[in-house]
């Protein structure tokens, strides 16, 4: 469901290895993206032009994590 409020954008991410699946709360869109630097970077790039109005939420994994936090 996407968010009624244009106040914020979360951002939810389920890391895996290879892949990370992303829900955009503004537009109630699910992504699955290739756990890479430079795949994560494309795509939030187009969801995130401006990453001061955006919440970026995962879990620790074991260090999988690491590419989408850099």
């Given at each position: 469901?996407?968010?009624?409020?244009?106040?914020?954008?979360?951002?939810?991410?389920?890391?895996?290895?290879?892949?990370?699946?992303?829900?955009?709360?503004?537009?109630?869109?699910?992504?699955?993206?290739?756990?890479?630097?430079?795949?994560?970077?494309?795509a939030l790039a187009e969801v995130m032009p401006d990453p001061a109005g955006?919440?970026?939420?995962?879990?620790?994994?074991?260090?999988?994590?690491?590419?989408?936090?850099?």
């Amino acid at each position: 469901m996407a968010n009624q409020s244009n106040d914020l954008r979360v951002l939810g991410c389920d890391v895996g290895k290879d892949s990370i699946i992303l829900f955009d709360t503004l537009s109630g869109r699910t992504r699955c993206l290739d756990n890479t630097p430079k795949a994560l970077r494309r795509a939030l790039a187009e969801v995130m032009p401006d990453p001061a109005g955006a919440l970026l939420v995962c879990e620790a994994t074991g260090g999988h994590e690491a590419a989408l936090l850099a």
